[in-house]
């Protein structure tokens, strides 16, 4: 179990500092000018991210063997790396974070925009009433035009009797149909297409909080939205390079050192490493009396041993 619980934290542990050594190479390589300068720049972050993850265990190994001339350099060294890896993964987190926000208020913006030509449209369109189809006025036109009073007016060019008057007064009404019908065919159209662009930008996220975490944490908080998210742009940094150069060294110290962990209290193993047996003054070495199992004793005759007598004939011989 111990074994299965190391190898789970040690994979976590690998997962942060790919993470940190991603993370730096994204940010770094956008520095570079040339493809050559990027790749430089990517190679750097992600050794840095390598070394810093290794180096609490070189600096214990170290510790434990007295070069302390090691750890001496060795912690400024672990110091300016993390410092160098950490600016590469604000700048990554504060370039995200914010490119996500920004996207997400320009959406915003142009569903406002979209939906106020949306209203506009569609006070248009209630101007225009509800007309029969253009198909259906056109028909109903064309039957006019078989009247005889639209020959004797001379297609209502010359109106003579009530009749006439009576009769170009509904053609002309047929003909204002007919023009706001087409007039809406086309205004139904953009209506239709500029909410299909609104659910667009609403699966986008416009409408909404442009960061719904840092809303939250600052209506909790009472502090300005600004300082609540780059604090959390920090933070998110933060635990990503503390996993990376903490995490296999937290993960594999149940495995180091001596017992298992399974072993009675007080008889697990010690381990003494880079000491003589002379220095060791805490363990003192007790004579143990030797006791004589055998030979003559001081003042007494020898004991005999009795002959055993043969049973067979290969014993008598």
């Given at each position: 179990?111990?074994?299965?619980?190391?190898?789970?934290?040690?994979?976590?542990?690998?997962?942060?500092?790919?993470?940190?050594?991603?993370?730096?190479?994204?940010?770094?390589?956008?520095?570079?000018?040339?493809?050559?300068?990027?790749?430089?720049?990517?190679?750097?972050?992600?050794?840095?991210?390598?070394?810093?993850?290794?180096?609490?265990?070189?600096?214990?190994?170290?510790?434990?063997?007295?070069r302390f001339l090691y750890?001496?350099?060795?912690?400024?060294?672990?110091?300016?790396?993390?410092?160098?890896?950490?600016?590469?993964?604000?700048?990554?987190?504060?370039?995200?974070?914010?490119?996500?926000?920004?996207?997400?208020?320009?959406?915003?913006?142009?569903?406002?925009?979209?939906?106020?030509?949306?209203?506009?449209?569609?006070?248009?369109?209630?101007?225009?009433?509800?007309?029969?189809?253009?198909?259906?006025?056109?028909?109903?036109?064309?039957?006019?035009?078989?009247?005889?009073?639209?020959?004797?007016?001379?297609?209502?060019?010359?109106?003579?009797?009530?009749?006439?008057?009576?009769?170009?007064?509904?053609?002309?009404?047929?003909?204002?149909?007919?023009?706001?019908?087409?007039e809406l065919s086309p205004?139904?159209d953009k209506i239709g297409?500029?909410?299909?662009?609104?659910?667009?930008?609403?699966?986008?996220?416009?409408?909404?909080?442009?960061?719904?975490?840092?809303?939250?944490?600052?209506?909790?908080?009472?502090?300005?939205?600004?300082?609540?998210?780059?604090?959390?742009?920090?933070?998110?940094?933060?635990?990503?390079?503390?996993?990376?150069?903490?995490?296999?060294?937290?993960?594999?110290?149940?495995?180091?050192?001596?017992?298992?962990?399974?072993?009675?209290?007080?008889?697990?193993?010690?381990?003494?490493?880079?000491?003589?047996?002379?220095?060791?003054?805490?363990?003192?070495?007790?004579?143990?009396?030797?006791?004589?199992?055998?030979?003559?004793?001081?003042?007494?005759?020898?004991?005999?041993?009795?002959?055993?007598?043969?049973?067979?004939?290969?014993?008598?011989?």
């Open positions: 179990m111990r074994f299965l619980v190391v190898g789970i934290s040690a994979g976590a542990a690998l997962a942060f500092v790919a993470a940190s050594g991603s993370m730096n190479w994204v940010f770094m390589t956008s520095l570079g000018k040339s493809d050559f300068e990027q790749h430089i720049f990517g190679a750097v972050s992600v050794a840095v991210s390598a070394f810093i993850a290794l180096l609490p265990t070189l600096l214990l190994w170290a510790w434990h063997e007295r750890v001496v350099i060795g912690v400024p060294v672990f110091l300016a790396f993390m410092a160098f890896s950490l600016s590469s993964a604000v700048g990554f987190a504060a370039r995200n974070r914010g490119g996500a926000t920004e996207d997400r208020s320009l959406a915003t913006s142009r569903l406002a925009a979209v939906r106020k030509e949306i209203g506009e449209i569609e006070t248009r369109r209630q101007a225009l009433g509800n007309p029969r189809p253009v198909a259906v006025v056109q028909e109903a036109l064309r039957g006019l035009e078989q009247d005889h009073k639209w020959r004797w007016s001379k297609g209502c060019q010359n109106v003579i009797n009530d009749a006439e008057r009576s009769f170009c007064k509904g053609y002309f009404d047929f003909k204002a149909e007919a023009a706001r019908a087409g205004l139904d297409r500029l909410k299909a662009e609104a659910r667009g930008y609403e699966e986008k996220g416009a409408g909404r909080e442009a960061d719904s975490q840092v809303a939250v944490l600052a209506g909790l908080l009472g502090m300005q939205t600004v300082r609540v998210e780059r604090g959390m742009t920090l933070f998110m940094a933060v635990l990503v390079e503390i996993g990376a150069a903490l995490g296999l060294y937290l993960a594999t110290v149940p495995v180091r050192g001596g017992g298992s962990g399974g072993s009675p209290r007080g008889r697990a193993g010690r381990f003494i490493e880079g000491r003589d047996l002379k220095d060791i003054t805490e363990f003192k070495i007790k004579p143990v009396p030797i006791k004589q199992i055998g030979g003559p004793r001081p003042g007494k005759a020898p004991r005999r041993v009795p002959r055993l007598k043969p049973t067979s004939k290969i014993d008598s011989k």
